[in-house]
């Protein structure tokens, strides 16, 4: 239902209309004012499910199948849990800071989408167009200050008793479900829920339920979320601000290896409304500890300084590959130097650079330029043999490297093979 409600917060005006459209609305209801009324209402942020809130709107349910539809509870009686929303939050075990709080309750629902209909168009023949005079369970559902919510749906003889909890919190929040479309509408649906999914944000993990759904307390700052589900994988960049954000899991979309920063860029940058200086700034951090992130970044810098369809896009694009070859270019200076002291060591490092670079040919062709002398296995076996300093006779050692310098060397590879017998005198 939760997802029904986030829809309907999405596209308001689209909605009412699929309402009017099923047939489902009676007749007593003015349907054109409805779809009036609707379209006075814009985008509000999604509402994610908060497990103490669900209990507290399951036990309201409770309480009222036994006495009646209503919103407060008399203490003493069978089913109490607490005299009004507020109290039956706090009684829940809620321990974000309460800032506002709202409840939609019906007895008597069809099925879960005729109780989501029965409260957006809040109908009833006491006020103008069939419609209840304040609106209130419309007013709940729709309200931009909400952030949390509960729902708890009970069987009510044939019916479906219903009850709504709605919260505005202190923080920010992920959420959505984790779901294999099976029926292939490209909508959740009960059952397709995928339950211990693994998200991962800034370094904290959370499990999706065995719903699917899931709530992820967020900064923000903004930052990578991920997804990982057996052997696959998703992800998303949250970008900062402070309303709630949706992010599902669909089992079709995901992917076989980790996701990119770059990856996700190319995917969602229209959505996103970042530029690309500002969207790598942020993920600056992650993509220099992550070779991965590394190779994605540069690699896609680079094709977009060269190819980019968009103008903007290739002028931002140029921007970012000048920063981190500057970035990558820096190590090379201090390599090409380290490398006559430290040839094995410098020579892992750049292989691993010229791995993270092969997409990049500037950066390439200058790491080839510092390995060529270093290429050849002969020197490589007599950087081997002096690794042994210590352990066999110098004079030992300098003899099995004179052997290996009477091999068909280059005049390079000569050089610093005389450069370590020298050494060892």
Partial sequence: MLELINRLRQKPVAESQAMVNSGMIPDFVDQELFLKELKQYSSYQPLFFDRRMIEAARLHTSY???????HFQKQGTNEFSGTDIKSRLINSGLKVQLLSSGENAFLYAHNTYHG?????????????GGMQLDRKHRLNLLSANYNLAGIGILKNDKYKAITQTFATAKGRYAGGVAYEDKNGNLFYDPGEGLSGVEISFNGKKEFSWESGAFTFPIDN???????FWKNKHQAY???????NIKLDFKLKESFKAP?????????????????????????SQSIFNSDKELTSILSFAYYNSLNSPLSIQQEQSKKLYRALSSYINKKLDY?????????????????RLKNICRESKPLSRRIDKILFPFKDPNLLKAVNLYKQKGVISNNALKEKLKAISKEDLTQEIRIELKSIIRDLN
Wanted: charged share 15%; glycine share 10%; hydrophobic share 40%.
């Fill in 116 to 128: 989501h209909l029965a409260f957006t168009v809040d109908w009833g023949r006491m006020g103008p």
């Fill in 259 to 283: 996701v990119t920063y770059a990856q996700i860029f190319a995917r969602d940058h229209k959505i996103l409304n970042m530029d690309l200086s500002n969207y790598f700034k942020k993920a």
């Fill in 221 to 227: 700052t903004g930052g990578k979320i991920e997804f």
């Fill in 237 to 243: 960049f949250i970008p900062p601000g402070s309303q």
């Fill in 64 to 70: 009222q199948i036994v006495h009646g539809q209503g």
């Fill in 335 to 351: 390599l090409q130097r380290l490398i006559v002291i430290k040839p094995i060591a410098s020579s892992t490092e750049l292989h």
